[in-house]
């Protein structure tokens, strides 16, 4: 069940009438980056949607002006974990597991959407985009291969060699460069995220939770054969990559002395 007591770095709502959980990333003074703490209670709160029977979709967003800017790169981050797994295994249950919830996934990506940020938008089933935000995955940047899930999802979105060539770069686009290459599902304006999914999310809650997830089941069958297929790969050559020299200089540009 969804308890927000549970929750210190993600602020949880539930309406009671509709069904609509809203899930809003809350580390505004940090743009809402992932810290040890966040990455922790990504890794449970939409397997934690998933088994509560009161919801019925769910909107996902951030507090402030950015959706995410990704992981968090302070240099406290000690890389720790509160669920007992390793990081690795939190993120691959991550992005396991909002293939696994079938139940309507409506990302409001108020802002920019960079690293994982860029993944949660995207793994959304529908995702709206505010108009002055960013998307890009920059592993790259920092020496390190994209592992957080953008390698096994993004090909299905956007094609294989457009694909790479996002990754490999570690472009960075626009909301309307996002939209037209199929990762994103909608532009609007800023003050019209939230409300649009909203609306889209109560619309879905409506209708017959066996058509809609079922049908959503069916369709992200896609999503976890290329999941089980190279999330595993892709997290390996990440953590592999962090014991390179390439990387530590990275973070030692970023700060991270």
Do not use: C
């Not at 409300?195 to 369709?219: C, D, E, I, N, Y």
Request: glycine share 8%; proline share 4%.
């Amino acid at each position: 069940m969804l308890d927000p007591g549970a929750y210190r770095t993600i602020d949880i709502s539930l309406d009671g009438s509709t069904g609509v959980a809203v899930l809003t990333l809350n580390r505004p003074e940090k743009a809402n980056a992932v810290d040890d703490v966040m990455h922790s209670e990504l890794s449970t709160v939409f397997a934690a949607a998933q088994d509560d029977g009161r919801v019925r979709a769910v909107v996902l967003t951030g507090a402030g002006r950015t959706f995410s800017a990704g992981g968090d790169e302070s240099s406290d981050r000690g890389y720790h974990t509160a669920t007992g797994r390793t990081p690795i295994e939190e993120a691959r249950h991550i992005v396991d597991d909002i293939i696994a919830l079938t139940k309507p996934l409506v990302a409001a990506v108020n802002g920019h959407a960079i690293g994982l940020g860029a993944v949660l938008a995207t793994l959304a089933d529908i995702s709206y985009v505010a108009d002055s935000a960013k998307l890009g995955d920059l592993h790259v940047h920092a020496a390190l291969p994209a592992g957080n899930g953008a390698a096994a999802i993004w090909p299905l979105l956007v094609g294989v060699n457009r694909a790479k060539h996002l990754l490999m770069t570690g472009e960075v686009l626009t909301a309307a460069e996002a939209e037209r290459f199929g990762l994103v599902t909608r532009v609007v304006p800023a003050a019209d995220v939230l409300p649009t999914a909203m609306s889209t999310a109560v619309r879905l809650a409506k209708l017959a939770p066996q058509a809609v997830q079922g049908t959503k089941a069916a369709v992200n069958r896609l999503l976890a054969m290329a999941s089980g297929a190279v999330l595993p790969l892709s997290l390996a050559l990440e953590a592999a990559a962090m014991e390179h020299d390439d990387f530590r200089a990275a973070m030692e540009k970023l700060g991270r002395k």
